[in-house]
Structure formats: C-alpha cells, structure tokens
C-alpha cells in the first residue's frame, strides 16, 4: 500500500477516486443515447458500449469507503455526526436546488420544480437521480459502527466466508430472472423469490447481499492485497474485467425492449459487474504515481470528488444539449460530454470548496 509518509495517504486511492468520479460523469453522458433504444440503433449501441464500460464505478467507490472507513474507532454518535453530516446536508440541498436549475433552463415547469423539492425525502426524482447513491451510502454509513466489531475480531477466513455468502447473492438477479421459464408461478401474482411476496420484503440472502459485500471486499482487498506483480495482476485483471464487460454489453443489447430485464443485466450487485470492479480495484492497487506534482493534483482532485458527484448531472444536460447539435459519431459525442462536464463540475465545485461552511454544500 503506497503511503505518503508525511501524511498518510494511499496514493493510488486519490488516483482511483478521481478515475471513478470522472467515470460516473461518462456513464451519465450514455443515458441520452441509451434511451434511443427505439429510434436510433446507432445511439444506442453507442450508449451500452460506453455505459457498459462504466458499471464498475459505483461500486469502486463503495469499496472506497471500506479501505478508509472500516473498522472505524469511533463510537456511534461521533462516527454518526462526522460521517452523516457530510451527506445528508448536501443531499438536503441539491435536492432543494437542483429542480430549479432545471425550471430556469426550461426543461422543468414551476408546479413540477416544487413538487420535486416538497417530495425529495421520500427519494430522489428525475432532477436529482444521481443522488440515489447518497440514500444508498446513508444506509451503508449507519451500518459500520454495527459491523465494526466483527470487522475486526473477524479473521481472514471468515471475511471470506462472509464474501462467497455474498458472492451467490450475486446471483440472485438472474435467479429471478430465469425461475418464470421453470415454471415458477410466484405468491398471488408477486414474482419474488427466495421468501419475497407482499407481505414480506425480505429474501433469504437480504442480509448478505447488496452493496455491503462491496464495503466488506474492499476492506478484505486492502488488509489482504494479492501480492501479484503487475504483469501478473494485468494478466488475471484484464481478462477477469473483459468477461465482465462482454457478458453486461452482449446481455444488455440483446434483450433488447424488456426494461426490468436490461436493469438486471446492468446491476451492480451481479456477477458480471462484480467481475469488472474486483478486476478494477486489482489492478488499480497497483497503480503508482512518482511526480510529486501529479499527486498533489490528484489529492486536491480527490477531495473535490464528491463535490463534482453532486453538481455534474445538470450540467452533463447541458453540455449534452450543446454537443449534440455537432455533426460529429455518437460514440464520440459520449466522451466529449463527459471530459467537458467533468472540467465544468470540477470548477463549480472548486468555487464552491472557497466558500465558508462549505462542507454542507459538497461534503
């Protein structure tokens, strides 16, 4: 693990934060593409071809969390107050904000930019869907202090046997994807399986499923790292990570129109997109940056991380609106709405991190 010896930090982590935030700028710079599933076949292969390159993002980041934040040493309340602060006061404010960014652009009218704004705590809306994540990690925040204690008395076989528990979890999608076609008929017309119905929420692996094994790998993937050479590690990563990406892309365009059937595919708590983020995580514990310059940007890039995560969809929106109008490929088009959102974003929330009390704003 590469440390800066004055001030701690892991150096590939800030190389890897940065990486991640700038691909979930390009995964939503697909979804206008993606969503010209029925008018343009080359949108939307464009659009599942980036997009699906970029599924592993999200959970990088929840495996992020459990390299800098498990166990953590604090008591509850102090974790709770330090930790949730950071969240939940930004997410209180773009959700109140960002509606009325999209009035003022024109896309949104003022009776729909207040009911968004009034029904933000119930979840997130078509203005602020980016922001699902912060509900997500709210969940997963709440948890540390619980799992902590086993975290670390736990040994390295049982944080393994806990991770091949989640590991079938990952399954599970495709499960209920596939139990209609063996005839299973479901409870009363709910198509839950493994305990779900109507009256019952919770399956059998909903306590080891989900984005805490992603938390839980990346803990078990930092105090454990696979002491591999680089050429080694490229030879499993890349292969592991191309079998990841062929299996969601070739499902994904296949399917074609069935909704609920594309979700599954690209699911971030399933096999395929589990396969590109271990693959991921791998080789990016190996990155090593020497230029002292080059570290310093990312570390100062790193920080504004969540800050870029909070305001780039509305300016992906924008930027998409500009550079459609381009008579350039749509497999181009994708990677120049992010670089430009992205360095837009990056700025904002540079602005934004000079002003007082600013961790309200971008954490």
């Known amino acids: 693990m590469q440390k800066n010896l004055s001030s701690g930090r892991i150096h590939w982590l800030d190389f890897a934060r940065v990486l991640a935030c700038f691909v979930v700028v390009l995964a939503h710079s697909c979804d206008f593409y993606v969503a010209a599933m029925e008018t343009s076949p080359v949108d939307f292969f464009s659009g599942s071809a980036w997009g699906t390159l970029t599924r592993a993002c999200v959970p990088l980041f929840v495996m992020f969390s459990g390299v800098l934040l498990l166990p953590t040493e604090q008591p509850a309340p102090v974790f709770y107050r330090k930790r949730l602060s950071k969240i939940v006061f930004p997410l209180i404010f773009w959700s109140l904000v960002t509606p009325f960014f999209y009035y003022f652009y024109g896309m949104f009218s003022l009776d729909q930019a207040f009911r968004y704004v009034v029904t933000f705590p119930f979840g997130f809306n078509l203005a602020t869907i980016p922001l699902w994540y912060l509900y997500m990690l709210v969940g997963l925040y709440l948890f540390i202090p619980v799992i902590s204690p086993w975290i670390r008395s736990a040994s390295k076989k049982d944080l393994e046997l806990f991770l091949k528990i989640w590991g079938i979890s990952l399954f599970v999608p495709y499960l209920q994807l596939l139990a209609p076609a063996a005839g299973y008929e479901g409870n009363y017309g709910n198509m839950g399986i493994l305990g779900v119905c109507d009256w019952n929420a919770i399956g059998m692996f909903y306590y080891t499923s989900g984005f805490l094994g992603y938390l839980v790998l990346g803990y078990y993937m930092n105090k454990y790292p696979f002491h591999w050479s680089v050429p080694k590690t490229l030879s499993i990563g890349i292969p592991l990570f191309l079998l990841g990406y ?107 991190s000079k002003l007082p009390k600013s961790r309200y704003l971008i954490g």
């Open 246 to 352: 062929a299996i969601t892309f070739c499902g994904f365009i296949s399917v074609e129109k069935n909704y609920p059937a594309l979700e599954v595919i690209w699911y971030f708590t399933n096999i395929n997109v589990f396969l590109m983020t271990f693959a991921a995580f791998a080789m990016l514990q190996k990155v090593r940056i020497r230029n002292e310059r080059a570290n310093a940007w990312l570390k100062r890039t790193a920080i504004l991380s969540f800050g870029i995560y909070l305001v780039h969809f509305f300016f992906v929106q924008c930027v998409h609106d500009w550079v459609c109008q381009w008579n350039i490929a749509p497999y181009f088009q994708i990677p120049m709405i992010a670089v430009l959102a992205f360095s837009v974003s990056y700025a904002i929330a540079w602005l934004l």
